[in-house]
């Protein structure tokens, strides 16, 4: 009976609105609680041992249901209660769905979330098991269109710029009930989405000048199933992906392992993500990405993605200020010569300092196993924060990521 609920036994989320809870059966609904439950309406899709998280479109639907349900219970005023199984993994993808929802729309800190979901009767939850090894089956997740292999089994990792998608094939077919496509199946979306660059991982399927005919530019970065990347290729991934005028799509043969392995990089570079960070947030864009030794190789990265972030940032706000400095001197050269006068001697030494470059040496990709002590001196003395980068004070986070804005805008 919902009278019979114990209030005090479940994780408070919102004082008297929502609330969190496990129980063997759901209760029926009152006058003054509303029960509902997640667990059969959203399920993961395992690869291994594996049993989640949840991937991105669920999290979309699930907040938006309960956002909808305090919204409609307002003038009611009834109490909200989720209610998931005894179960420790459904139990786990339940409580990150609530999670969600409260840093998402009710902007609450993740720590404050976790520790209400600890409150009550929830004595803990099981960790998420990581995906052991490669896989031969094709996803049959039917979540987002784009997701749908039938829809080319794509997912966008940072929307706009980063997409991971499975390999295309010499010709669209059905193989043993799994549709595969050719390079000119994906040529609509990647034109109406910007896309100019195409990174293939794996062996060749496919002839790269089909997309070279239809205007992309196509790279091949290979390395073998299963395995981790150089330092050259990583490096060579990245120039690609910061270079490129548009968006980038990477595809292995299933666009989890090495795609996620290379596209993490570059959340850890840019984005300032913990390795750990960087695949929970691939693994729900995108699940089952980043397998085996592949997930060691991104913690063991992490310290010098972020040393070359710095690098990066402080190199683009060095050109940026400099080429702030050549217009404001192109304008003033222009004023003296439209008033018949010789432009000053040391306006014309500036200009021509400001149209050399910075030392090549910025423009070397360091090795990731550098310590941040053996960069350059130059570099070191243009940027003194580098001598100790990334990881923040204590007590002092690091800054918000900004993805999660562009799925859920406020």
Same mark, same amino acid.
């Given at each position: 009976?919902?009278?019979?609920?114990?209030?005090?036994?479940? =994780?408070?989320?919102?004082?008297?609105?929502?609330?969190?809870?496990?129980?063997?059966?759901?209760?029926?609904?009152?006058?003054?609680?509303?029960?509902?439950?997640?667990?059969?309406?959203?399920?993961?899709?395992? &690869?291994?041992?594996?049993?989640?998280?949840?991937?991105?479109?669920?999290?979309?639907?699930?907040?938006?249901?309960?956002?909808?349900?305090?919204?409609?219970?307002?003038?009611?005023?009834?109490?909200?209660?989720?209610?998931?199984?005894?179960?420790?993994?459904?139990?786990?993808?339940?409580?990150?769905?609530?999670?969600?929802?409260?840093?998402?729309?009710?902007?609450?800190?993740?720590?404050?979330?976790?520790?209400?979901?600890?409150?009550?009767?929830?004595?803990?939850?099981?960790?998420?098991?990581?995906?052991?090894?490669?896989?031969?089956?094709?996803?049959?997740?039917?979540?987002?269109?784009?997701?749908?292999?039938?829809?080319?089994?794509?997912?966008?990792?940072?929307?706009?710029?980063?997409?991971?998608?499975?390999?295309?094939?010499?010709?669209?077919?059905?193989?043993?009930?799994?549709?595969?496509?050719?390079?000119?199946?994906?040529?609509?979306?990647?034109?109406?989405?910007?896309?100019?660059?195409?990174?293939?991982?794996?062996?060749?399927?496919?002839?790269?000048?089909?997309?070279?005919?239809?205007?992309?530019?196509?790279?091949?970065? &290979?390395?073998?199933?299963?395995?981790?990347?150089?330092?050259?290729?990583?490096?060579?991934?990245?120039?690609?992906?910061?270079?490129?005028?548009?968006?980038?799509?990477?595809?292995?043969?299933?666009?989890?392992?090495?795609?996620?392995?290379?596209?993490?990089?570059?959340?850890?570079?840019?984005?300032?993500?913990?390795?750990?960070?960087?695949?929970?947030?691939?693994?729900?864009?995108?699940?089952?990405?980043?397998?085996?030794?592949?997930?060691?190789?991104?913690?063991?990265?992490?310290?010098?993605?972020?040393?070359?972030?710095?690098? &990066?940032?402080?190199?683009?706000?060095?050109?940026?200020?400099?080429?702030?400095?050549?217009?404001?001197?192109?304008?003033?050269?222009?004023?003296?010569?439209?008033?018949?006068?010789?432009?000053?001697?040391?306006?014309?030494?500036?200009?021509?300092?400001?149209?050399?470059?910075?030392?090549?040496?910025?423009?070397?990709?360091?090795?990731?196993?550098?310590?941040?002590?053996?960069?350059?001196?130059?570099?070191?003395?243009?940027?003194?924060?580098?001598? =100790?980068?990334?990881?923040?004070?204590?007590?002092?986070?690091?800054?918000?990521?900004?993805?999660?804005?562009?799925?859920?805008?406020?």
């Amino acid at each position: 009976m919902a009278e019979d609920f114990d209030q005090s036994s479940a =994780a408070e989320i919102v004082k008297d609105r929502l609330y969190f809870t496990a129980l063997r059966i759901k209760p029926k609904n009152s006058t003054f609680i509303h029960f509902f439950s997640s667990d059969e309406d959203f399920v993961y899709e395992s &690869f291994y041992s594996d049993f989640g998280p949840l991937n991105l479109a669920m999290m979309f639907h699930y907040c938006s249901k309960v956002h909808q349900r305090l919204q409609s219970l307002t003038t009611s005023k009834k109490k909200l209660v989720h209610v998931t199984s005894h179960d420790p993994k459904k139990k786990a993808n339940a409580a990150v769905l609530i999670g969600a929802y409260a840093v998402i729309y009710l902007k609450m800190d993740p720590d404050d979330v976790y520790r209400r979901l600890l409150s009550g009767n929830n004595s803990g939850f099981i960790c998420f098991r990581s995906v052991p090894g490669p896989h031969r089956h094709t996803r049959r997740l039917r979540l987002l269109l784009l997701q749908r292999v039938e829809n080319g089994d794509m997912n966008w990792i940072i929307p706009g710029k980063l997409l991971a998608f499975s390999s295309p094939q010499q010709r669209s077919r059905v193989d043993n009930g799994y549709p595969l496509h050719a390079p000119e199946a994906f040529f609509p979306f990647f034109r109406q989405h910007r896309v100019t660059d195409v990174v293939r991982l794996n062996k060749k399927l496919y002839d790269a000048r089909r997309f070279e005919s239809a205007g992309f530019t196509h790279h091949d970065l &290979f390395f073998l199933d299963g395995s981790t990347p150089s330092d050259l290729i990583v490096r060579r991934f990245l120039h690609v992906c910061e270079s490129a005028p548009g968006a980038v799509a990477v595809h292995c043969k299933a666009g989890l392992g090495r795609t996620g392995t290379l596209i993490g990089c570059y959340l850890m570079k840019h984005f300032l993500f913990t390795a750990a960070e960087a695949m929970a947030w691939m693994r729900i864009c995108r699940p089952g990405s980043v397998i085996g030794p592949q997930q060691n190789f991104l913690l063991s990265k992490q310290q010098s993605l972020w040393v070359q972030g710095d690098v &990066f940032r402080s190199k683009q706000k060095l050109q940026n200020q400099r080429q702030i400095r050549k217009q404001q001197l192109q304008r003033r050269d222009d004023t003296s010569t439209n008033q018949n006068h010789r432009p000053e001697p040391m306006s014309r030494l500036l200009n021509a300092v400001d149209d050399l470059s910075i030392s090549n040496g910025l423009h070397k990709s360091y090795s990731y196993d550098e310590a941040p002590s053996s960069l350059p001196l130059y570099l070191l003395q243009v940027n003194p924060a580098l001598l =100790a980068p990334s990881p923040p004070p204590p007590g002092k986070p690091r800054p918000p990521r900004s993805l999660s804005t562009w799925i859920f805008p406020s």
